[in-house]
Structure formats: C-alpha cells, structure tokens
C-alpha cells in the first residue's frame, strides 16, 4: 500500500494526473492513479519514440514479417519508395504499446505511421499519399529520395 501511495504522490508530482471532467451524460470517468500514471508514462516514452527517427511505424508483426494485411501494405509503399531506414513496432508483442499508440494518436487503427514525430496516418492515408503523390513529397521534406522519383528522372 505504501508503493501506491509514494508511486500516487510521484504521479501527482510530476503532472501526470489528470482531472477528468464529468461528462455531458452526468457519468464521472474514473481511473487508478496507478492506471493514470502508467498512461501518462506510456505516453509520454511513445512520445519520445515517435521524435528519434525520421519515420516509425507501428505494425502488426515485422517488416520482415507482417501479421496482417495493412501492416503488409505500408512496408511495401515504404519499400517502393526506397524507404528502408525506419523504426518499426511489432504492437502484437505488447499490448499496453498496442494500446497506448491508439491513445496517443487519438487513431482507432494498426498500423500507424509518423514522419519526424508528425503522425500521418494509418494504411488508406499513406496509400492515397502514394497514389497522388503527397509522399515523394513528405518524403522529401525529411531529406529523403524516393526511388520512384529516381527511376522517372532515369527513364526521361
């Protein structure tokens, strides 16, 4: 009991507890300061791993080997582009990262990708990114070539 409550007082501390509002319906939502603060820490590292690398996502199994069919779909417009430097999370393996990426998007969907700490979307956003070219040029902003834009330039 004492851990929770030296665990409470840091949480408080530190800010991570929040004040959640009554809602419009007259319920009050209430949660554990233990629950709000190992959120507001899950948060706050997915936070930290979104800025270390130009793009992250978050996926169903490895780019190596994707568990599902979207998952599957960003790493293949990734590797049409020539994107193959990027952070990936396998969300099967942990589910409070699965969950926590849900949150902190404010995105209901697996996979999720980031540009530069920016979430951009899951798989129907990149696609349509790809098929009208937004991509090449997203791509670009972060100092990276996209090799389709490479293999038109070699085809002129």
Same mark, same amino acid.
């Given at each position: ?7 409470? @007082? ?14 419009? *319906? ?14 507001? *820490?899950?948060?706050? @590292?997915?936070?930290?791993?979104? #800025? ?8 169903? %199994? ?8 979207? /998952?599957?779909?960003?790493? #293949? ?6 994107? *193959? ?19 902190? /998007? ?10 530069? %700490?920016?979430?951009? %979307? %899951?798989? *129907?956003?990149?696609? #349509? ?15 990276? /070539?996209? /090799? ?9």
């Amino acid at each position: 009991m004492n851990s929770l409550i030296r665990n409470t @007082a840091r949480c408080l501390r530190s800010g991570a507890a929040v004040y959640m509002p009554r809602q419009a *319906d007259g319920r009050v939502w209430t949660s554990s300061a233990r629950f709000l603060c190992a959120a507001a *820490d899950v948060q706050k @590292a997915l936070g930290d791993i979104v #800025q270390k690398d130009k793009v992250v996502v978050f996926m169903k %199994g490895t780019p190596a080997q994707p568990m599902c069919g979207f /998952s599957n779909a960003v790493v #293949q417009i990734l590797r049409m582009h020539g994107v *193959d430097d990027y952070a990936s999370y396998n969300v099967l393996e942990d589910s409070e990262l699965r969950e926590g990426v849900k949150a902190f /998007s404010n995105w209901p969907t697996i996979p999720q990708v980031y540009f530069s %700490g920016e979430f951009v %979307g %899951g798989c *129907d956003i990149l696609l #349509q990114m790809h098929q009208n070219g937004d991509l090449v040029e997203e791509l670009k902003k972060l100092g990276i /070539s996209s /090799s389709l834009l490479e293999a038109e330039k070699e085809s002129k």
